[in-house]
T-cell receptor, first 114, second 113 residues
């Protein structure tokens, strides 16, 4: 079974609108961390936001927020007020309690138009 | 400050050849990771170093792959007898410790002809 599932291969949004990128995960560890990374066409992975499994509040970083629903095992990324520069591939990732590596989903391509 | 750097940015080689890929982590970061990203996929873990030692090499696909970090800073990923299926982008990441977010380099695009 896949540990991280991103069901949206591509998403399209207009500038200044909000967009939600979906991510569900599968783990039996009680302690884990969830990450979102952005990968522009240049190729490097840019860290966006982190949510710990025991965090009581949803993480926020500027225009990025993470809609964490633990019972549903979902960790959706919400980008508010989209900008043209947000066009990129977005990856959801998880690090389990006993692990050190990040486990990535297949990614979602976001295209922002003017 | 300087981020993670990787050299070369592109490497084209022939099947059966040996290649080395280099990673310079952020200064002071003790944890270093190697990932491989195939086209249209997310990165897949290869190996993790804490200091000089390989703390977890469970992601290495076979014994043709090997990595070192002799002084706890720069790391080299070595691939022997390359195969066409090794073609991918090899990403390096570092972090202050294993519990922090990982900072990625720009990657090395390896093409095996």
């Amino acid at each position: 079974a896949q540990k991280i599932t991103q069901t949206q291969p591509g998403m399209f949004v207009q500038e200044k609108e909000a967009v939600t990128l979906d991510c569900t995960y599968d783990t039996s560890d009680p302690s884990y961390g969830l990450f979102w990374y952005k990968q522009p066409s240049s190729g490097e992975m840019i860290f966006l936001i982190y949510q710990g499994s025991y965090d009581q509040q949803n993480a926020t970083e500027g225009r990025y927020s993470l809609n964490f629903q633990k019972a549903r095992k979902s960790a959706n990324l919400v980008i508010s007020a989209s900008q043209l520069g947000d066009s990129a591939m977005y990856f959801c990732a998880m690090r389990e309690q006993a692990g050190t590596a990040l486990i990535f989903g297949k990614g979602t391509t976001l295209s922002v138009s003017s | 400050g300087a981020g993670v750097s990787q050299t070369p940015s592109n490497k084209v080689t022939e099947k059966g050849k040996y290649v080395e890929l280099r990673c310079d982590p952020i200064s002071g970061h003790t944890a270093l990771y190697w990932y491989r990203q195939s086209l249209g996929q997310g990165p897949e873990f290869l190996i993790y170093f804490q200091g000089t030692g390989a703390a977890d090499d469970s992601g290495l696909p076979n014994d043709r792959f090997f990595a070192v970090r002799p002084e706890g800073s720069v790391s080299t990923l070595k691939i022997q007898r390359t195969e066409r299926g090794d073609s991918a982008v090899y990403l390096c990441a570092s972090s202050p410790s294993q519990d922090n977010e990982q900072f990625f380099g720009p990657g090395t695009r390896l093409t095996v002809l």
